[in-house]
């Protein structure tokens, strides 16, 4: 499957947040406070996504997109308790 510049960098932005959420638990696990897991793991997401070469407004369109998607997913499952 052949994908575009544009596509390649969007998915490296992605996989910037997923490494990032890795990142926050092995901290946590070696005994990080919670606080400098985040830090540490922002930090190492934000340096993923300067390296992707979007403009910020585009990586920040996809961080609001996969945002989007989390909480659509979230309030499903909470209403099927419902």
């Known amino acids: ?3 575009s510049e544009s596509e390649k960098r969007k998915r490296y932005v992605e ?3 997923i ?3 890795r990142l926050y638990r092995h901290w946590r696990k ?3 406070s919670s606080e400098e897991a985040f830090a540490r793991a922002v930090r190492q ?3 993923m996504i300067e390296a992707s070469g979007m403009r910020e407004e585009e990586v920040k369109e996809s961080l609001r997109e996969l945002k989007n998607i989390i909480d659509a997913i979230i309030n499903a ?3 099927e308790k419902h």
């Open 1 to 3: 499957m052949w994908l």
């Open 15 to 17: 996989g910037a947040v």
């Open 19 to 21: 490494s990032a959420l």
């Open 30 to 32: 070696r005994g990080v």
């Open 45 to 47: 997401a934000l340096g």
């Open 77 to 79: 499952m909470d209403e």
